[in-house]
């Protein structure tokens, strides 16, 4: 089974900083790699798909970049709504599996 | 515009078996173009994908819960189902229902608002 390890778990943003989100798989996934985006009681919503595509709706503040066992969420600008639990999730190889999260704060 | 509905019991007495269904508005679970599948979120924690399936009745399951899931399909009600048997307080959790792409290695696009099951006598 392939770990994903997301870091930091947490952070504490100012608004208009810019935020960036590490994924570190324990191999090689190619770019099978997508991240998700989860607001408090709400359902995961899709950012990007295999390491770098925006999903359709996306604000363009959000990009993504990597690929082989190193990933990276970039946030530029950050915004008030962008606080939220950020997955990173990989599909290369069954069992598919998520990376553990991480929480950005608003300061 | 695609919509998905989770629903069914949310107490569950262990060692039952957990029943959940699955709605889709707006779009086919018949469609040729995606897989449909349920993923879990125990409160407080991460992510775990159970089984997907596409609708001529291919199915995954992930390997850790297997023995006890089974993912069905009613393609004249436009719903799915999920089946967990023998469960316990460990399965409590946010299950979700969600729709991916076919074929590769598709995330999941599309996801029901997420139904709460607890696992207690």
């Known amino acids: 089974e392939i770990v994903l390890t997301q870091s930091p778990d947490f952070q504490s943003v100012t608004p208009k900083e810019k935020v960036t989100i590490t994924c570190r798989a324990s191999q090689s996934i190619g770019s099978s790699l997508h991240w998700y985006q989860q607001k408090p009681d709400q359902s995961p919503k899709l950012l990007i798909k295999y390491a770098s595509q925006s999903f359709s709706g996306v604000p363009s503040r959000f990009s993504g970049s990597g690929s082989g066992t190193d990933f990276t969420l970039t946030i530029n600008s950050l915004e008030a709504e962008d606080a939220a639990t950020y997955y990173c999730?990989?599909?290369?190889?069954?069992?598919?599996?998520f990376g553990q999260g991480t929480k950005v704060e608003i300061k | 515009q695609l919509q998905l509905q989770e629903s069914g019991p949310g107490l569950v007495k262990p060692s039952e078996t957990l029943s959940l269904t699955c709605t889709v508005s707006g779009g086919s679970i018949s469609s040729s173009y995606y897989y449909w599948g349920w993923v879990r979120q125990p409160p407080g924690k991460g992510l775990e994908c159970i089984g997907s399936?596409?609708?001529?009745?291919?199915?995954y399951y992930n390997p850790s819960l297997k023995s006890r899931v089974t993912i069905s399909v009613d393609t004249s009600k436009n719903q799915f189902s999920l089946k967990l048997s023998s469960v316990t307080a460990a399965d409590t959790a946010v299950y979700y229902c969600?729709?991916?792409?076919?074929?590769?290695?598709?995330?999941?696009?599309?996801w029901g608002q997420g139904t709460l099951v607890t696992v207690s006598s």
């Open positions: 399936f596409y609708y001529s009745g291919s199915t």
């Open positions: 999730h990989q599909t290369s190889s069954l069992p598919e599996t």
């Open positions: 969600a729709r991916r792409g076919y074929g590769g290695s598709h995330p999941f696009d599309y």
